[in-house]
């Protein structure tokens, strides 16, 4: 499968913005898809997972409460809804597949990655 990420962009704090992962290739289904993020000089960070299916998902404890991910199968396609962003939350942001067990959101483990897509929330 093949990840292309979409929807950055440059918002004030307490803004929201939309992240979509479009996936293309191999069965979308197969796969666990998680929303990492990186800032210069420090290391990826796990924010976000949803699992196959999409019935389960998993939250960094610093975006818990105002990011939602989802994910529609039948578009290919995995969102971040993201709310009352802070200017910590400026990153480059990643989507990421991996396979797995049905109902798994796993933080770790990923294998395909798609480009990134720059988030900047200004003060």
């Known amino acids: 499968v093949q990840l292309q990420a979409s929807g950055g962009g440059l918002v004030q704090a307490g803004g929201s913005l939309r992240l979509s992962c479009a996936a293309s290739?191999?069965?979308?289904?197969?796969?666990?898809v998680a929303w990492f993020r990186q800032t210069p000089g420090k290391e990826r960070e796990f924010v976000a997972a949803?699992?196959?299916?999409?019935?389960?998902?998993d939250y960094a404890n610093s975006v818990k409460g105002r990011f939602t991910i989802s994910r529609d199968n039948a578009k290919n396609t995995v969102y971040l809804q993201m709310n009352t962003l802070e200017p910590d939350d400026t990153a480059v942001y990643y989507c990421?597949?991996?396979?797995?067990?049905?109902?798994?959101?796993?933080?770790?483990?990923?294998?395909?990655w798609g480009q990134g897509t720059l988030v900047t929330v200004s003060s």
């Open positions: 290739g191999r069965t979308f289904t197969d796969y666990a």
């Open positions: 990421a597949a991996r396979t797995t067990v049905t109902g798994a959101t796993p933080a770790t483990g990923y294998d395909i």
């Open positions: 949803i699992s196959r299916g999409g019935k389960r998902t």
